[in-house]
């Protein structure tokens, strides 16, 4: 098992364009994540999702849409980049919402300039 | 809305040393989580703590859970070089949310 894959792991975008970061995981996980992280912060949410079809706003979903249309995949969206949206991004999956643990893929670095 | 903080936010220790972080949530959780994240790596989960009073070992790690079930801490016995990283709880009430962490440095 690969476990939780993103790419890409590093990317510059400069200030109003867009990308998608990709996430896919292959441990047949309900739950998926997305999460910034910030330097020598903790990680907020930005969208997360219980299932193919559904997905849901966390802490910091502005500027960000996301998509979820197998159980595999939850691509994130960044639309019209700006220097605020400079972070580490972790995708991660879990087999469920209660006492499962998270698995995080090894990040996107991308810098907004 | 739901809060998660920790302290310290930094440590530094000599090898050999003891180390503790504290993790205090506003609301009460029905579980936390610890993770832990090496210098530019992901986090990685290291145990769960679901009942009040919970204490859990991993050799070196002991983890607690107040019987309040608001806070937890984790304590690190003779610190070494390989416990480098940032340590992060997580507190489950309606959402799980991140501690803002502890980067703990040891020296050798």
């Known amino acids: 098992n690969a476990g939780v894959t993103q790419t890409p792991k590093f990317r510059i975008l400069k200030i109003g364009q867009s990308m998608t970061l990709q996430c896919t995981q292959d441990m047949n996980h309900n739950y998926m994540y997305w999460y910034r992280q910030d330097p020598g912060m903790g990680l907020k949410l930005i969208y997360y999702?219980?299932?193919?079809?559904?997905?849901d706003k966390g802490e910091v979903p502005n500027g960000y849409n996301v998509s979820r249309s197998t159980t595999e995949d939850f691509p994130l969206r960044l639309e019209l980049a700006a220097p605020s949206q400079t972070s580490v991004y972790f995708c991660?999956?879990?087999?469920?919402?209660?006492?499962?643990?998270?698995?995080f893929g090894n990040g996107t670095r991308l810098t907004v300039t | 809305g739901q809060q998660v903080m920790q302290i310290p936010q930094y440590q530094h220790v000599q090898e050999g040393e003891d180390f503790t972080t504290y993790c205090n949530s506003s609301t009460t959780l029905s579980n936390i989580q610890w993770y832990k994240q090496r210098p530019g790596g992901h986090p990685v989960f290291l145990i769960q703590l679901v009942k009040s009073g919970e204490v859990k070992k991993q050799k070196r790690l002991t983890f607690q859970f107040g019987e309040a079930k608001k806070n937890s801490s984790l304590h690190i016995t003779a610190t070494q070089t390989t416990d480098v990283g940032t340590y992060f709880c997580?507190?489950?009430?309606?959402?799980?949310?991140f501690g803002t962490g502890t980067r703990l440095q040891v020296f050798p």
């Open positions: 991660a999956s879990s087999f469920d919402r209660g006492d499962s643990p998270l698995h």
């Open positions: 999702s219980v299932g193919a079809g559904i997905t």
């Open positions: 997580a507190g489950r009430s309606d959402k799980l949310i």
